[in-house]
């Protein structure tokens, strides 16, 4: 088993940045795949990103060139570096870890984090 805890998230103008973490205990990091998801109020929960046990990234369309996925396995740490923020990225974000392909309904999840964009 995996223990995910996810922080960072907050208020933010449109335009605006912020750092999402997830930090991972009680089992071998570095075997499983790690994603962000979120989830807007009356939608469904989307991939928002996602980076394997080997280092490569997949982007919801919706955020490419604006979100940037990362891990640390040396330390447990997965990150969302979020950039030039619209209010449609306005969701609880959870953070993912699981063992083989990337789907809302496989995993570990954490608790989740609201991000709200909004002037």
């Known amino acids: 088993q995996v223990q995910l805890v996810e922080s960072g998230g907050g208020l933010v103008q449109p335009g605006g940045s912020l750092r999402l973490s997830c930090a991972a205990s009680g089992s071998d990091f570095s075997i499983y795949n790690m994603g962000w998801y979120r989830q807007a109020p009356g939608k469904q929960r989307e991939l928002v990103a996602g980076i394997t046990k080997r280092g490569i990234t997949i982007y919801a369309d919706s955020v490419k060139g604006r979100f940037t996925i990362s891990r640390d396995n040396a330390n447990n740490m997965v990150v969302l570096q979020m950039n030039t923020l619209k209010a449609e990225d306005t969701a609880v974000y959870y953070c993912?870890?699981?063992?083989?392909?990337?789907?809302?309904?496989?995993?570990?999840w954490g608790q989740g984090t609201q991000v709200t964009v909004s002037s």
């Open positions: 993912n870890a699981v063992l083989g392909i990337f789907d809302s309904r496989l995993g570990y």
